[in-house]
């Protein structure tokens, strides 16, 4: 099992900052796919942004070049910079850590962002 550590959420006006981090225990990480994933009220869970073990990087249309994501594969940690958040910004945040080859995800535990205008 795979443990997942979310911090970094909070409260945050409209055109602010807030930089998310997750923290794993380093099992799959150099075949793992990493990634934020978010869920607001009422919607489905959707990605936000991911970076794979070959440095490919995804980015969901409502989000590009407001935030960036970055993977440290030395310490076994990947952060989602969050810069000009928008209110629609608002949901729950979870990392997601997938291994593909050995077909299994793991999620994080979720934190909430909420961004007021």
């Known amino acids: 099992q795979v443990e997942l550590v979310e911090s970094g959420g909070g409260l945050v006006q409209s055109g602010g900052s807030l930089r998310l981090s997750c923290a794993a225990p380093?099992?799959?990480?150099?075949?793992?796919?990493l990634g934020w994933y978010r869920q607001a009220p009422g919607k489905e869970r959707e990605l936000v942004a991911r970076?794979?073990?070959?440095?490919?990087?995804t980015y969901a249309d409502s989000v590009k070049g407001r935030f960036a994501i970055f993977r440290d594969d030395d310490r076994h940690t990947v952060d989602l910079q969050m810069d000009s958040l928008k209110p629609e910004d608002t949901a729950i945040y979870y990392c997601?850590?997938?291994?593909?080859?050995?077909?299994?995800?793991?999620w994080g535990q979720g934190t909430q962002v909420t961004v007021t205008t």
């Open positions: 970076v794979s073990h070959g440095g490919t990087i």
């Open positions: 380093g099992n799959f990480w150099s075949i793992s796919t």
């Open positions: 997601n850590q997938a291994v593909g080859i050995v077909g299994r995800t793991y």
